[in-house]
Structure formats: structure tokens, C-alpha cells
């Protein structure tokens, strides 16, 4: 079916460099592998409702004989702009949150400062700066 709707020459180029038929032993093995793999599209049959909740990593995932890929990139209302190369391992698809500029802003007391010394200064001296060591100590120091 696919060598007739693309042509043999661009369906067996596609299939020779990506393509590929995997069988698993159970249902946590494949939902392992789906992980490792972190593919961008993920089509799931009928009946695999119970897989979804193991599934951390896919860009997309299309579930069941009427929920083809087309249907997402064109009108389902999903998000077509998917991590690709198995980054859905560490991200879904790009949504209005990428276009949201953050500011973290710390505000710490000198009681709240005073239970982070230790942790601060260890950590800063045992990466090697010591200025931000110093920038803790001397907060504490008796004028």
C-alpha cells in the first residue's frame, strides 16, 4: 500500500533508512522500547488505551484505526511541531509555554539564608569558586 500511494523508489528509500517492524515479547516491553525510542509520531491499534499511561516519550501519539497521523498534522487540533530524532525523550511538542519568558526571582531572609550556608558553601567550594563561597560567609561576618 505504501510502495502505491508514494512510489517505490521514495516509499523503499523511506523504509530502508527508518522504517522497520518490532515485535515485543508483552506490553512492558514495548512500552520500554517506545521510550528508548522516543518517536516523534507513535500510532497505537485498537485496544491500547491501557498502554498509554507507560508511554512517556513520543512526540505525538495517535490511537486507534481512525486517529491516522494525517488527522494531527492537518485538522485534529494537535500540535504539529514535534520533537524530532528521539528528543521526546526530554520534551513534547512546542506549545505557547516556548513563547512565555520566565524570570526566576529569589528572596531569601538572613534566617533562610542562614539554613542554606552550609549547603551553599560546600557545593561552591567544591566546585571551585570559592567568590561564591565568600559572597555567603560575608553576609554573616560582625561588622
Not at 26 to 31: C, R, V, Y
Not at 109 to 118: D, K, P, V
Amino acid at each position: 500500500e505504501i510502495v502505491e500511494h508514494l512510489g517505490l523508489p521514495v516509499a523503499g528509500k523511506s523504509l530502508v533508512g527508518q522504517g522497520g517492524i518490532i515485535v515485543t515479547r508483552s506490553l512492558a516491553e514495548a512500552a520500554h522500547l517506545v521510550n528508548r525510542l522516543a518517536p516523534e509520531h507513535l500510532t497505537l491499534c485498537d485496544g491500547a488505551t491501557n498502554l498509554l499511561g507507560r508511554i512517556e516519550s513520543a512526540g505525538s501519539i495517535f490511537l486507534g484505526g481512525y486517529s491516522p497521523v494525517a488527522a494531527g498534522d492537518y485538522a485534529s487540533g494537535t500540535n504539529h511541531i514535534l520533537p524530532t530524532g528521539g528528543a521526546a525523550r526530554l520534551r513534547g511538542g512546542l506549545s505557547a509555554a516556548d513563547f512565555v519568558k520566565t524570570i526566576s526571582v529569589q528572596r531569601l531572609t538572613r534566617a533562610g539564608l542562614g539554613r542554606l550556608r552550609r549547603a551553599i558553601v560546600t557545593l561552591a567550594e567544591t566546585e571551585g569558586l570559592k567568590a561564591h563561597a565568600h559572597s555567603v560567609e560575608t553576609r554573616f561576618q560582625e561588622s
